[in-house]
């Protein structure tokens, strides 16, 4: 069975600085992995997605993300940050046909500070 | 066009009570996906519907969950005889199919007193 690991629980960075929020994960085939961010009060939206091809992939809100095989690692990044980026984050894979579900991490927060 | 809705956006319901939790998807998505999601347990996976049938409910954590699809369309999620535990965000996604991308509903709050 899949799973996923997200390390940090919170993350706090000024606004204007760099991000990577940490992702990886565990599965014995090539992995569909995805982000997805969730604002308060809000449901989740996509940010991005991989399934093979490229192995970086651009997304919405000036986000990226590279998937590394050999570190089985899906890490997220953003060059500058902005105080609407505050939300939680969430990593998740899907093991693909015949298997649609996507098992999530347990999600890190983001808090920008002025 | 119109995303995701799920009714209601809250439920307050007391112990022992049945509920149904409704989802609207997106039209023409075949897949449809419910999951909960709770402070102890993160995002969990409960069933994942192709057209009106089922083919994984491995995630409904008893015999009192239970989900139906009419039409290819509309979905709902029944709770039996709710317990405190099920208090969380049940959250609805549907899709085009197979590996694509999810589309999530504002989700709905249930509360069990």
Sequence with gaps: AQSVT???????????????????????????????????????????????????????????????????SFNLRKPSVHWSDAAEYFCAVGAGFGNEKLTFGTGTRLTIIP | GAGVSQSPSNKVTEKGKDVELRCDPISGHTALYWYRQSLGQGLEFLIYFQGNSAPDKSGLPSDRFSAERTGGSV?????????????????????????????????????VL
């Design chain 1, 6 to 72: 997200q390390p940090d629980i919170h993350i706090t960075v000024s606004e204007g600085a760099s991000l990577e929020l940490r992702c990886n994960y565990s599965y014995g085939a090539t992995p569909y992995l995805f982000w997805y961010v969730q604002s308060p009060g809000q449901g989740l939206q996509l940010l991005l997605k991989y399934f093979s091809g490229d192995t970086l992939v651009q997304g919405i809100k000036g986000f990226e993300a590279e998937f590394k095989r050999s570190q089985s």
């Design chain 2, 75 to 111: 979905s709902t999620l029944t709770i039996q005889r709710t317990q405190q535990e099920d208090s969380a965000v049940y959250l609805c996604a549907s899709s085009h199919g197979a590996y694509n991308e999810q589309f999530f509903g504002p989700g709905t709050r249930l509360t």
